[in-house]
């Protein structure tokens, strides 16, 4: 990867001046250093304004399944919006949305077969909300109670982040959010020797507060065997398959949030089939369309379904957004199916997850690297602090440490979770760019060390 720095031209810096004077960016304090202007993306490399080329280890968070600028999903996008490049949805139907719909439907477990269009995973989590508190409501029940994980994390919209309170994200907004009810999240890593002990105490909170209100309960969501936005945390399929027991036993609906794990990244098409599970609802997006198109979706089973098919118009789903089922973004999610189910993506995941379990093994030789976890194309490790949690003092010294402002060694895209060093990267990326990610890391524990 050559590093060689080219003059800025003006119209770069004055593009930081106007980036500065008017853009207003996520998860980013007022006043923070300038963003980094990247110019083009190809396979698992992004590079800069400068000319730097930087290895993207966290798939631009998360979307980024195939590699950037992937020539069958660009052309699909293309092809399609020489084609139709929105029709409103409602009354409405057109080929990319039906086709997607059918391919979602088969590549799915069981009978998640009625899928439901938006735009970002935080409205697939709202509609998925929604439509299990009208599934009750359709028969008459008014239910309130949300079940949900320590931690989980869903989105940044009132309903989302009401069920990811827990996350410690949304503070500030507490008193705007509806009520939940929190279970603790039995988190696991290599050789942990509380495992059982965690698990049998996180059942029997779910038993007692099924005891008391079962049949209060709207849902259950979670992030199934891994928690993301809060430290890719991760639960055993074990735990998952003995949670969801209990919950059948009560009927209760049951949402996995695959947002982030869907789409291959637990080394399985989804999450759920690796727990072997198949939930009442399911929401998808980052991955659905190879991080070309915002698009979401939430897929419900028939048993969902079949409670909104009434002739009374209170029963109908109230929900819609303007670019409801874009076609530009199915062409690009049905561009996305195709490469997902090649043989070379399967290959892909294994691949990776031989190369996380060659870096982990190498910092075996650190204390300061504690937990380490896998699970799939994710890998994580933590930084034994005092200062845990997302704002985590080492959070910004490794992040500067990995991006190399100074340009003397590669850049590289790893954006830690306060004091967890995560990698989740393109299925493209090769073995030798996992080996100098991994490489990195190594050396930002040499540096901790000291
Ligand atoms: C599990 C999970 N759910 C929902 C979301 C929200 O998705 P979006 O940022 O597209 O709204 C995220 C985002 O990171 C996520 O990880």
Redesign the pocket.
Known sequence: MGNQVKTPPQADKHLLQIDRRHVWHPFTKVGAKDPIVIESGEGAVLRTDEGREILDCISS???NLYGHGHPHVANAIHAQALKLEQVIFAGFTHEPAALLSEQLADVLPGDLNRVFFSD??????EVALKMAAQFWQNQGQQRTRVMVFDG??????VG?MSV?VSSGFFDVWKKWLIDVDVMPFPETWAADPELEAKEAKALQRVDEFLEQHAEEIVAMIM?PLI???SGMRMCRPEFLRALVERLRNHEIIVIF?????GFGRTGQRFACQTADITPDII?L??GLTGGFM?M?VTVASDRIYDAFETNDASSMFCHGHSYTANPLGCAAALASLDLLKSSETDHNWRRIEAAHRKGLQRLSEFPLATRQRIRGTIAAVNVAVDDTGYQSHVADQLKSFFWNPEGDRDSFLIRPLGNVIYLMPPYCMTDEQLDRAWQAIFEAFQLLAK
């Open positions: 968070w998360w979307v970002n995973g935080s409205t697939s989590v989980g994390y869903h989105g940044d919209t989302a990811g992030e928690q993301g936005a949030d695959e947002v982030m794990t929401c997006s980052k915002p979401s």
